[in-house]
């Protein structure tokens, strides 16, 4: 029996018997149990016990939990959702049921899958992803007079537009970090070491890969989104008097009595979320590699599916969650798997609001996840769709999106926002830079509720950092490590100068860096210079783009060896460390 598996070939004959080592270990795993009375389990702190959110558990895998995989139940999440925000999508879809066939590895002497949904043209009868209309009407959030503001000091900003293609966050133990992601995500492992640091580079569906055609031999050229996951270390910037290694052992011990207790915490709202549309592989390895996380189920409105989060963290406490509706159910004979609970845990943070299932597995075959798995020895690629950014309750979402609205509305301008239960959540999108129709969510969420360590809370984690930001950068200077918490979005149309206009303005420090490189452009033809800021609520921004000379006449380069990576005092007055308006295009 395969979660998920609709086609009318039974699902039996897709799901390989699960091994003895696993299902043991399954059954030794502290979160994978049989229902236990919450009163007579100590593993349940009081608290846990008088809410009862450990109550109404559903056992994965009898006859009940499928017969409510293919029911809609009244009073889902996606159904406390305000009726003009709910997300709509062309009622044709695609193709109908085919987009919930079981996975499987393409025919590639072919060239092509052969299953319809697994095809790159666009599903029949739906709109093309480009046009299609997959958001209510407009609730705003924040206010757009801010906007205006931004406008009135850099008039193009009002039309600018943005992709994202990367996620960094900082680590004490990157290159751990790095191999875990490699391991269990499938992403490509490109870590780089310096004499200052370390950075652990991963990406997700490389920008291209060759697959040699096993009928003619001819190497055929796969393009993929190319998404960044980097953990990164500098042991010269400054984290302040806490440091780096101290915060990360406050999320790991937070994690840990997650797992322990089967407790959501605070901490998990700051993660990437990867999509696969088959995670049976992924489960299994969770279970060999005796690997903890959370598992949390609930209903979504949007395609009238049962999703699953598991939710686990990397070697230094960083959460990486993974959704999927389709799994072998045998794997977890021995949960007791939880829906979302309505104190603490924000079920709706957890659901797209943007693609359905049968549109993420469009956009998996798109951008060639199978063709990646298969040169990945076949174990699945996993795909980026979202990032979440915690927001303290001493700030609000109102606070956090008019950050973006006022400084970077190619951002802000388009968050929804979402109220359920006792948290509130706001959402944009913005493509994917090598698939710019693909797009990717960016939430910010309010989690009040939610599990906080007793060694100290977000609120004292998202406090520290922009204390520390405040007392080591400045306007066009400095740098913090935390600034290493960021998404990397290039720029399409404004220059970085027209953005540092507007920090300027507002108060928000930066520092930009100039390429010294033939042309300016990397291998994909997109400008390389960059500006970095703190961004809000403890997450930052990487700015790729062009810079045109009008804040300032010269930027330095970047030394990712100095503290402030600007370029020693004594490198400072050499020209191969700074680019001027007056240089010739070919230096720049």
């Known amino acids: 029996m395969s979660y998920g598996a609709t086609s009318s070939t039974p699902a039996e004959a897709h799901v390989a018997p699960v091994a003895t080592d696993t299902r043991q270990k399954a059954e030794a795993h502290p979160v994978l149990r049989a229902p236990r009375h919450i009163a007579d389990d100590d593993r349940y702190p009081p608290w846990a016990k008088r809410a009862g959110i450990f109550m109404g558990s559903m056992l994965v895998g009898t006859a009940a939990a499928v017969a409510m995989s293919t029911a809609r139940q009244p009073g889902s999440v996606y159904d406390q959702l305000s009726s003009s925000t709910r997300p709509t999508i062309d009622a044709g879809g695609p193709a109908g049921h085919t987009a919930d066939l079981p996975m499987g590895i393409p025919d590639v002497s072919k060239g092509v899958a052969t299953d319809d949904w697994r095809t790159t043209a666009s599903p029949t009868g739906a709109p093309s992803p480009k046009t299609m209309t997959t958001r209510g009407p407009y609730v705003p959030v924040g206010h757009d007079d801010v906007i205006e503001e931004s406008i009135s000091v850099s008039p193009c900003l009002v039309d600018d537009t943005a992709r994202v293609y990367k996620y960094t966050i900082a680590s004490s133990d990157p290159e751990a970090d790095a191999k875990w992601a490699v391991d269990l995500l499938g992403v490509t492992n490109a870590n780089l070491t310096y004499e200052c640091g370390v950075a652990g580079k991963t990406t997700a569906f490389m920008n291209t890969a060759l697959m040699t055609n096993e009928t003619t031999g001819e190497m055929t050229k796969i393009d993929g989104i190319n998404f960044d996951h980097h953990f990164v270390k500098n042991e010269h910037t400054q984290y302040g008097d806490e440091g780096l290694i101290k915060w990360d052992q406050v999320m790991k011990d937070a994690n840990t009595y997650s797992y322990k207790f089967d407790t959501y915490n605070a901490f998990m709202d700051y993660s990437l979320v990867y999509y696969l549309p088959d995670a049976s592989k992924f489960v299994r390895k969770l279970l060999d590699d005796e690997l903890p996380f959370l598992v949390r ?167 520290y950092m922009e204390r520390v930001n405040d007392e080591y950068t400045s306007m066009n200077g400095g740098w913090s490590g935390w600034w290493d918490r960021h998404l990397g979005i290039y720029f399409e149309g404004c220059s970085l100068d027209d953005y540092m206009k507007v920090f300027n303005q507002s108060g928000t420090t930066f520092h930009p860096h100039a390429r010294n490189n033939d042309g300016g452009t990397n291998k994909d033809g997109q400008p390389t210079d960059h500006v970095w800021t703190g961004g809000a609520s403890g997450f930052g921004m990487e700015m790729l783009g062009a810079l045109d000379y009008s804040y300032a006449d010269c930027y330095y380069t970047f030394d990712w060896c100095t503290w402030d990576t600007d370029p020693t005092a004594m490198d400072k007055a050499k020209a191969a460390y700074r680019v001027c308006a007056s240089d010739d295009d070919g230096a720049r």
Not at 313 to 322: A, I, M
Not at 423 to 432: R, W
Request: glycine letters at 6%; aromatic letters at 12%.
């Open 297 to 463: 189920s609930q209903h979504s409105g949007l395609d009238d599916e049962n999703w699953y989060s598991f939710i686990t963290s990397t070697p230094s406490g960083k959460t990486v969650e993974l959704v999927t509706t389709s799994f072998e159910a045998e794997l977890l004979d021995h949960f007791d798997v939880q829906t979302f609970s309505d104190k603490g845990e924000c079920g709706a943070a957890h659901l797209s609001v943007t693609y359905p299932k049968h549109w993420l597995n469009y956009w998996y075959n798109a951008t060639h996840g199978e063709l990646f798995s298969q040169l990945n020895g076949g174990y699945p690629v996993a795909l980026p769709i979202r990032a979440n950014v915690a927001v303290p309750p001493s700030k609000n979402l109102t606070e956090v999106v008019d950050w973006y609205k006022a400084n970077i509305p190619a951002v802000g301008r388009d968050f929804q926002v979402d109220a359920v239960g006792g948290c509130e959540m706001a959402t944009t999108t913005l493509g994917q830079s090598s698939f710019p129709n693909l797009k990717f969510e960016i939430r910010l969420i309010s989690n009040p509720d939610a599990y906080s360590s007793q060694q100290a809370s977000i609120e004292d984690f998202v406090s």
